[in-house]
């Protein structure tokens, strides 16, 4: 896991759901070097997107979702 990574996961364990634009505003980073360090996160499964109505949501660099932790709930969801 290179430290970019962590830094994401770490964010995230701290800060719980964020959209990709405040996840790349508190980290300094551009949207596409956001998107190039999650994407092993996600495709391992240690990150989800979800809209925020709570349904998984496509993942895109425009996207509007939230990122939680895989089993979190998000506070809208049942």
Known sequence: MTDAMRAVFVELLV???LSRAEV????DLSPSALT????PLLDAGYLR???SDGQRA????????RWTR???RSSGSS
């Open 15 to 17: 800060h719980g759901p």
């Open 24 to 27: 790349a505003r508190r980290l």
């Open 36 to 39: 190039k360090v999650a994407k």
């Open 49 to 51: 997107e979800q809209s």
């Open 58 to 65: 496509s993942a895109g660099p425009h996207s509007r979702c």
């Open 70 to 72: 895989p089993g979190r």
